[in-house]
């Protein structure tokens, strides 16, 4: 029978923190009372992260592995949503994401399965990274039309039926756009959810720099062209 909830991790250099992520989500999920499974998707790491999860996961029903030789924050979230199995289908941010949070979430999407549950960050950070998220995501609502606040924000949840029945073409960064920008084309209620977003839990030091904010800025031309 298929499980209630799957959660996708996509998993980047983060072999130091695996053992605690894996620790933490086995452990916590089976709190919503409902069946769960997780996806660890290794996507294009340099590092033992991959050998170190599937060690772990070993035995255990509720856990999938699986090993990417390329990378791409979009290619994971694909692959993730491809091989779930779960009525509703939530994929995040496994560096900033805390399970107090991602059980809140879930909690919002099993009361409202119809609807699309996702984060909105009320960013703590420097300011130059704020105002590049509030840069970016106003230019989604004038280029795209999507009206949200942090179009990037993770845990995002939808129903199978839903994310599976919508075609994605993104591999990198510009995952969250598409998502959100061919959610709201078909109509689909999406309630956004604040949580406070802080300090990273573990893997490398943040991707985003000025190079790849300005990729995601230009980005949106693309994705524009797939609506």
Same mark, same amino acid.
């Given at each position: 029978m298929s499980p209630k909830i799957s959660v996708i991790l996509p998993i980047y250099n983060q072999a130091g923190q695996i053992?605690?992520?894996?620790?933490?989500?086995?452990?916590? &999920?089976?709190? &919503?009372g409902v069946s769960w499974e997780v996806l660890f998707v290794v996507n294009g790491s340099r590092?033992?992260?991959?050998?170190?999860?599937?060690?772990?996961?070993?035995?255990?029903?509720?856990?999938?592995?699986?090993?990417l030789e390329q990378?791409?924050?979009?290619?994971?979230?694909?692959?993730?949503?491809?091989?779930?199995?779960?009525?509703?289908?939530c994929y995040t941010n496994s560096a900033r994401t805390t399970l107090d949070d991602l059980l809140l979430i879930l909690t919002y999407s099993l009361a409202?399965?119809?609807?699309?549950?996702?984060?909105?960050?009320v960013i703590r950070e420097?300011?130059?990274?704020?105002?590049?998220?509030?840069?970016?995501?106003?230019?989604?609502?004038? &280029?795209?039309?999507?009206?949200?606040?942090?179009?990037?924000?993770?845990?995002?949840?939808?129903s199978s039926n839903l994310i599976k029945n919508i075609p994605l073409a993104s591999d990198g960064d510009m995952i969250d756009a598409e998502v959100m920008a061919k959610?709201?084309?078909?109509?689909?209620?999406?309630?956004?959810?604040?949580?406070?977003?802080?300090?990273?839990?573990?893997?490398?030091?943040?991707?985003?720099?000025?190079?790849?904010?300005?990729?995601m800025y230009m980005g949106l031309f693309d994705i524009k062209k797939l609506l």
């Open positions: 053992d605690f992520l894996f620790e933490q989500y086995t452990s916590r &999920l089976p709190e &919503l590092d033992e992260s991959y050998a170190k999860v599937s060690a772990l996961a070993q035995g255990n029903p509720n856990v999938k592995v699986f090993n990378g791409g924050w979009g290619r994971a979230v694909k692959f993730g949503i491809a091989n779930a199995t779960g009525e509703q289908i409202t399965p119809e609807m699309v549950i996702k984060t909105t960050r420097s300011f130059v990274r704020k105002f590049g998220s509030i840069l970016y995501n106003y230019e989604n609502r004038l &280029l795209i039309g999507t009206p949200i606040w942090d179009v990037n924000g993770t845990p995002k949840v939808f959610i709201y084309r078909k109509g689909v209620q999406v309630v956004e959810v604040l949580i406070v977003s802080t300090k990273r839990i573990g893997g490398e030091r943040s991707t985003t720099t000025f190079k790849s904010a300005w990729r």
